[in-house]
Structures are given as C-alpha cells and as structure tokens.
C-alpha cells in the first residue's frame, strides 16, 4: 500500500474510530467507570510522554535525514508554538462549554475533576432542570466543532511521526505509536461530544456518527503533517518539535490532571510509570 494511504488508514482509526468508540461509550456509559476512566488517561499519558521525550525531541533536534543538528532555540521554540496552539484550543473549548455550569468558578480547576464534567453530563443536568435540550443540543454541536478544530494538530502530530522514517516504504514505530495513544485519549473527547448531542434530542446512532465525524480533521492534520516533515530536515525538525509541544500540553494540560482529579488516589500515578515503561519498550524494541 503507497506510505500515505496507509498513514491516512491509520489515523482514521485513530481519530475517527477512536473518537466514534468514545462517543458510543457516552451514550452508553456507566456513571461508576471513573476509576477506568482514570486509569485510561494516565496510562495513555505515560506512553504520550515517552514517546515525546525519548523519540520525538531527540529526532527533532537530530533528524535522521540531516548530517547537522538543528540549532536548539529553533526546537526549543517549536515546542512553544505547539503546546500555546493547543492552550488556546483548549481554553476556547473550555469558555463556550463550561459557562454554563454553575459551580465552575474562578476558583475550579482548570481541567474537568469529575466523570460527569469530563463528558460533560453536568451540563445535561443544567439543562434538563430548566428544560433547555435544545440548548444542550446546540451546546453539543459547538464541543463537536470545537474538537474537530482541536484534532488537527493532533493529526500533523502523527503525520510527522511518520516523515522521521528515511525510506518512504517502511513506517516509522513513532508514528504508529502517537498514533494508538492519540485514539485512547480521543476516547473521552468522543464522550464529551456525544453525550449533550445525545441529552439534547439527537439520537444514539446520530450522535454517535458526528462524534465520529468530528475526529475526520485528524486524518487531514496527518498529511499536512507528513508532508510539511518531508520537505526538509529544518521543516522536520519544526514539525517534531510542533507535535511534541501540542503532545506535552495534552499530557501535562490534561491526561494527567484529569485522571487525578477523577479519581484521587496513588494508582494513576503507577499507570502513568507503566505507559512510561510500555512507551519506552515499544521504542527501544
């Protein structure tokens, strides 16, 4: 199969599927799986985290394809440039959804810190006392919108992962990996999505379908990606280090806080040291 087919391939799985899966667990979900819920996003944390430290940043600041290595500020800066595109993502998707809400204050935290909040459910109860559905269902198209801006990046993430391969044939590990870690951690983004679309009116199988949909701009993310690392060694080492910043923002801005906050014990902890571990192995392997 030609490299780009199968990097589309691959991120479909990760972003629609991924995102489709969460959707489905949203309108489905058992309101008692916060300790797996929390579980799931520390471990995909640690993976995320080994492979941007012990893969990505090393690649961006030594690109396979290069005989130099790339002057240190210039990483340096793309980091900043990707984790500050994924803040402002983030604090965007976080002004039109949890306004609504009354007890999230300036003095909440600035990440969800309950199952419900996660996947938004306590907008449903919002609504549902002052019988507003139709506003949660609008409320739901925007998180879908929203997310669907945020899975770009998250897609050039895996699409540069793939450009670090020197032969076009052969697929680089990175890129599958980011790619697996990016479809567990848009599991809870799907939820977020499907669940006011679904209290809102809409039905199971719609909701769940544009939940689905809205993980599409991933695959469009992985070839911008892809083919912005192929131009150049110094534009393979911005992509790198692009992806590594926006992936350090997702784990340290969310992941793990959340899984923290979910559920308050030692455990997300030791799942994070074994997605390290795993992330490492599948490298180094």
């Known amino acids: ?36 819920v929390s579980l799931l996003l520390s471990f995909a944390g640690g993976v995320m985290l080994s492979v941007v430290c012990f893969d990505l940043i090393s690649e961006a600041i030594m690109p ?3 005989k130099e290595q790339i002057n240190i500020f210039i990483v340096i800066a793309g980091l900043f440039v990707g984790y500050g595109v994924i803040f402002l993502l983030n604090a965007f998707i976080d002004k039109v959804t949890n306004r609504e809400v009354e007890h999230i204050d300036k003095e909440h935290p600035k990440t ?8 938004h459910a306590d907008h449903f109860d919002v609504h549902k006392k002052s019988n507003s559905a139709s506003q949660l269902f609008i409320a739901g198209l925007v998180m879908a919108a929203a997310i669907a801006l945020h899975n770009l990046p998250e897609g050039m993430v895996i699409g540069a992962s793939f450009a670090t391969a020197i ?9 599958i990996v980011m790619a697996i870690v990016i479809g567990l951690h848009n599991i809870p983004e799907g939820m977020a999505v499907s669940v006011p679309l679904c209290s809102g009116g809409m039905s199971k199988l719609k909701s769940v379908f544009v939940t689905a949909a809205s993980g599409a701009p991933t695959i469009l993310g992985a070839v911008i990606g892809y083919y912005i690392g192929m131009v150049s060694p110094l534009a ?4 790198l280090s692009f992806a590594s910043g926006a992936m350090l923002y997702v784990v340290f801005g969310e992941l793990l806080p959340e899984s923290i906050l979910i559920w308050r014990s030692k455990l997300p902890a030791f799942a994070t040291l074994v997605g390290m571990i795993v992330g490492l192995l599948i490298i180094c392997l």
């Open 167 to 175: 032969n076009s044939e052969m697929l680089s590990k990175s890129g």
């Open 64 to 66: 396979e394809n290069s």
């Open 1 to 36: 199969m030609n490299t780009i087919l199968w990097i589309i391939f691959i991120t479909a799985i990760s972003g629609v599927v991924g995102t489709g899966i969460g959707g489905l667990v949203g309108v489905l979900l058992k309101k008692e799986s916060n300790k797996s």
């Open 236 to 239: 393979l080492s911005l992509a």
């Open 112 to 119: 969800a810190d309950s199952l419900d909040e996660l996947i």
